[in-house]
């Protein structure tokens, strides 16, 4: 059996929309939401993350959480954790999105942990504010997240042994693709991790081919 560690983003990834489009085209907070985004090329993405966050200021939990539950999986990503866990691997979502969020999708797919975004809530609503603190790493040609999904992955990885898969679509994944065993850009909206990534699929029965034959040779050599 082949076991380590595998770190899967989760919006456009695990998911097939990222929350944060759902939450504010219901809510009406696009044009707030393009803005920022027009913005972002020119700001630390902690920073973006912490101006996104103020959106919700006031917005019930549930009202989050019952959003959050209508995404759909993306298509084969149940099957492909569970053929991860038959594997051996320690199953690990990480996101810049929020971590509470994140721990309702790993009950539903059988994920182990998850590492996101930290927000500040009272009486049940989020109060605008996030709590995380920065761990970035600073590696050449990151952004600067409030999430730092390699640090994130290091520590997994410490504690677990074995090889590291980490798979993602966007910037957020780009310091955890490049330093992983294996990397894999999942339907990329950055070119910079079509770059680093070891392989890159638009579907999970594509990962899981390129997984498979990664891991047979990968015994062969061990042999």
């Known amino acids: 059996m082949m076991s380590g560690v595998a770190i899967l983003d989760m919006d456009g990834t695990l998911l097939?929309?990222?929350?944060?489009d759902v939450f504010c085209t219901v809510?009406?907070?696009?044009?707030?939401l393009a803005a920022i985004d027009k913005l972002s090329p020119d700001l630390?993405?902690?920073?973006?993350?912490?101006?996104?966050a103020a959106f919700f200021e006031g917005v019930p939990r549930h009202r989050l959480e019952n959003?959050?539950?209508?995404?759909?999986?993306?298509?084969?990503a149940d099957e492909f954790v569970s053929?991860?866990?038959s594997k051996g691997f320690f199953i690990a979502i990480a996101t810049d999105s929020y971590e509470f969020l994140a721990e309702r999708l790993?009950?539903?797919?059988?994920a182990d942990t998850v590492y996101g975004n930290i927000v500040e809530m009272r009486d049940g609503l989020l109060t605008g504010r996030?709590?995380?603190?920065?761990r970035c790493l600073k590696i050449k040609g990151c952004r600067?997240?409030?999430t730092c999904k390699l640090s994130f992955m290091r520590e997994l990885s410490g504690r677990v042994g074995g090889l590291t898969l980490a798979v993602g679509d966007g910037e957020s994944d780009f310091c955890a693709i490049s330093e992983a065993d294996m990397g894999v850009a999942f339907r990329p909206k950055a070119q910079s991790i079509v770059m680093v990534a070891d392989t890159v699929a638009s579907n999970y029965s594509e990962v899981k081919s390129w997984l498979q034959r990664e891991i047979t040779t990968r015994r062969c050599q061990s042999r």
């Open 130 to 134: 996030l709590l995380t603190k920065p």
């Open 44 to 52: 630390p993405a902690y920073r973006v993350s912490e101006m996104i």
């Open 144 to 146: 600067q997240y409030s």
């Open 106 to 110: 790993a009950r539903k797919i059988g």
């Open 67 to 76: 959003l959050f539950d209508s995404i759909p999986l993306s298509d084969g």
């Open 27 to 32: 809510l009406g907070l696009t044009e707030k």
């Open 16 to 20: 097939s929309r990222r929350s944060i």
């Open 83 to 85: 053929y991860l866990k």
